[in-house]
Each structure stands twice: as structure tokens, then as C-alpha cells.
């Protein structure tokens, strides 16, 4: 039987006695989050402020943490931070991450509920490479298929490469390519604009009247990982429509892989 909120629990406590949920651990994760936002340790009495409730609810919460290992205080300034404990769980987390994987199952679900088909390359020597791509049952492009090599220049998927790998890279990957591919090579101007909005549309480039659009999905260190990418019927309010959608998605991905949002 669970216990009843205390009086100062943190705002939104009684909702997890609710849910059916153990009301310490909830509890705990709240001061855990505040501890993990910080840029440093923090005092006791900001941290109760973050987490809104009192000092002395806020004093056997941590002092427990510090207990288990995951929180540590500072004999000297009392200050508290992260413990060991919590630091190694957020490491064992980042090496389950797999930024394509997680991208690949949001752009499966991206080509079901829209008129786009989508999916997401990586690179390699040759330039932007599918390794999973989802056909449309609105809009589909038969050309494109798995596994396929997309021009570095000539794409939103290439330029959006181009605006955050190093150029010794795009380089070579350019040599690879058939002379067919190779376009003019970006302003860098259009290039920090990409990176700027982290967003890229292409019209026209690979058919008449279908737009290509990209977003970056990085790491947990903040390097790209690989491209979302769709193809979809021109029109303008399709074209708005689907790019709010996938930066939405990507906006979501970044912080489900603690890796950069694009364009902030």
C-alpha cells in the first residue's frame, strides 16, 4: 500500500499515487533530474527551489542519494552533485543509444501518417547512403530504394552532410561519385543557413515538382549520426506541412539520444 504524498512533496506528486507508481522513487527522480540539469553542484536550499518543495524534504531525499551513490555533497560547501552511481547508469544508457535505429523506427511511422516517403542515410566514402528507406502509400518514388547512393551536392540529404562534416570528407566522397552526381558545390553561406535552421528542402532536384527535405539526428556527443530524409509530391502546403512534422521528429530524436537539436 502506497503512502500518502507529504504535504511539501514536489508539484505533481499525487498524480504518480494515481498512476500506480511508488511515490519515493518518483519523489527522488525529481531532485535526480534537477541534480543532472545543473551545470555544477548545487545548494541545498536552490535545489529544493528547483524541484519546489521544501528544505527539509529536499535534506532527506538527497542525503538518501548520497547514500545509494547517486548523489555526492561537498564536506567543504555542503554543495550536491551527481554521484557515481548515476553517472555510470547515464554512461551503460548512452551505449544502448542507436541514434539510426531510433531514427529509422520514427521515419517508419513518418511514411505511414504522411504523403512522404522517408528515410535515413548515413555516410560513407561514396557520400550519403539509405539504409533504410519507407515507401509512401500516397507518394512514392520507385527510383529510390535501399542502399542507394545519393549525390553529395545535388540533394537536401547531401547538403545537410556537407553543413556539419569536416570537408576533407565531402571531398573525398565527391571523387567518388559519378560526374553525373557532382552539382556546384554550396556557398558556405547556404551551408550555415542549414546549419542555422537545422532543416534543408531541395525542389525539383530529383524529379519535376518533388521536393527532398533533410534533418541532422546526432550522437550523444553532438557529432551527426545520419540523416532523416523525404520525398514528396511539390506543393506548398504539403511541402510546409511535412517539413513542421520532421522537425518535430527531429526535435524529439535529439532529446531522446541527449545528442544536439539542430538549430538551437
Not at 167 to 196: K, N, S
Amino acid at each position: 500500500m502506497q503512502d500518502a504524498p507529504p504535504p511539501d512533496a514536489p508539484q505533481g506528486v499525487s498524480e504518480h499515487r494515481k498512476a500506480g507508481t511508488i511515490q519515493s522513487v518518483s519523489t527522488a527522480a525529481v531532485f535526480l533530474r534537477v541534480l543532472a540539469s545543473a551545470s555544477g553542484p548545487l545548494a541545498l536550499g536552490v535545489i529544493a527551489k528547483r524541484a519546489g518543495t521544501s528544505g527539509s524534504m529536499a535534506h532527506r531525499y538527497l542525503q538518501s542519494l548520497v547514500r545509494e551513490d547517486l548523489a555526492v555533497q561537498d564536506p567543504a560547501s555542503g554543495h550536491y552533485d551527481l554521484g557515481p552511481l548515476a553517472l555510470g547508469v547515464g554512461v551503460a544508457a548512452l551505449r544502448r543509444l542507436d541514434p539510426v535505429e531510433l531514427a529509422a523506427a520514427e521515419m517508419k511511422r513518418f511514411a505511414a501518417r504522411t504523403a512522404a516517403s522517408a528515410g535515413v542515410a548515413i555516410w560513407t566514402e561514396r557520400g550519403p547512403t539509405l539504409v533504410r528507406w519507407y515507401r509512401s502509400a500516397v507518394f512514392s518514388i520507385n527510383s529510390l530504394a535501399l542502399g542507394d547512393v545519393l549525390p553529395v551536392d545535388n540533394t537536401a540529404c547531401g547538403l545537410m552532410f556537407q553543413a556539419y562534416l569536416p570537408e576533407e570528407r565531402i571531398a573525398r566522397a565527391r571523387g567518388f561519385q559519378p560526374e553525373g552526381f557532382r552539382g556546384r558545390r554550396p556557398d558556405p553561406a547556404l551551408l550555415a543557413e542549414v546549419r542555422a535552421h537545422g532543416w534543408c528542402e531541395l525542389q525539383g532536384h530529383l524529379l519535376p515538382h518533388v521536393a527532398g527535405q533533410a534533418v541532422p539526428v546526432f550522437d550523444p556527443q553532438g557529432e551527426i549520426a545520419c540523416v532523416m530524409t523525404t520525398v514528396a509530391n511539390l506543393g506548398e502546403e504539403v511541402s510546409d506541412a511535412i517539413g513542421r512534422d520532421l522537425r518535430e521528429v527531429a526535435i524529439a530524436l535529439g532529446k531522446a539520444t541527449a545528442g544536439r537539436i539542430a538549430g538551437r
